[in-house]
């Protein structure tokens, strides 16, 4: 059974940094390219970043570029959204999924609210 379980959510202040984490079981997780996407209420959701295997290229929206950076641990099965320079509109549902082929999995989200 595949699982991917975000963690690292909270509340932080305009300015301030998060590091989400996602923790994958259930598959072999190097095959996989991995993506952090963000929903808000009555919104569609967000690819805000990916990382591809096996290169481990990444690419971001333009909205966090500069700001976030997503990395992975193969040895783990983990892949990271480490996230600075926080804003107000960076509010959300944040969702770690991974695609491989036409594979295709999601965790449950972590809820991420800036604000002072």
């Known amino acids: 059974q595949v699982q991917l379980v975000e963690s690292g959510g909270g509340l932080v202040q305009p300015g301030g940094s998060l590091i989400l984490s996602c923790a994958a079981s259930g598959l072999t997780f190097s095959r996989y390219d991995m993506n952090w996407y963000r929903q808000t209420p009555g919104k569609e959701r967000e690819l805000v970043a990916s990382?591809?295997?096996?290169?481990?290229?990444?690419d971001y929206a333009d909205s966090v570029k500069g700001r976030f950076t997503i990395y992975r641990d193969n040895s783990v099965k983990k892949v990271y959204l480490q996230m600075s320079k926080l804003k107000a509109e960076d509010t959300a549902v944040y969702f770690c999924?991974?695609?491989?082929?036409?594979?295709?999995?999601w965790g449950q989200g972590t809820q991420v609210t800036v604000s002072s």
């Open positions: 999924n991974a695609v491989w082929m036409s594979l295709d999995y």
């Open positions: 990382i591809s295997s096996p290169s481990s290229t990444t």
